[in-house]
């Protein structure tokens, strides 16, 4: 498990694996905020993002490679994450999930997180 202040190109590579390509401000963008750790386990296995403001920790781009799910390595680098936050000051963490992404919604809610509010994406007509 490795916390570093800024994300490097493994890690990179599987954030934009997941998002279709990331635009170039992203780097500086996810390194944007005075309290920020890019979580990994062995390189490219598992990756995930913690940022803290004021008393909040924001957990997002959580992932797992595809032959090394189901072994726990989510919630550890979750929990790695929240322990860190802990010592920042953060007591609540939070993220956004998509409905449908039974895997993750499970994962959150053995992590003990509860549903604050849904919100609904909209697609514009062409
Ligand atoms: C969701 C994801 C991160 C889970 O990673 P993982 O390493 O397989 O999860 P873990 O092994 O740590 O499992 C933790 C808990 O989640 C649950 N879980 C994980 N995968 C699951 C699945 N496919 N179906 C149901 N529950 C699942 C398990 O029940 C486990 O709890 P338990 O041990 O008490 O049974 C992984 O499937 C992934 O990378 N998905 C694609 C990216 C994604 O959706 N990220 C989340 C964006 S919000």
Not at 91 to 110: D, H, I, K, S
Request: glycine share 8%.
């Amino acid at each position: 498990m490795r916390l570093a202040d800024e994300p490097d190109e493994a890690w990179l590579a599987v954030a934009a694996r997941r998002k279709g390509g990331l635009p170039d401000a992203a780097r500086r963008v996810l390194i944007d905020a005075r309290l920020v750790k890019c979580a990994s386990v062995a390189g490219d296995l598992a990756i995930a993002r913690g940022a803290v403001v004021r008393d909040f920790l924001h957990l997002a781009l959580v992932e797992v490679a595809e032959p090394a799910r189901g072994r726990g390595l989510a919630r550890h680098i979750t929990r790695a994450l929240a322990l860190w936050g802990r010592d920042m000051g953060a007591g609540t963490a939070f993220l956004q999930v998509e409905e449908t992404n039974l895997p993750a919604r499970t994962l959150y809610g053995r992590l003990g997180f509860t549903t604050h509010h849904p919100y609904v994406t909209r697609t514009a007509p062409d």
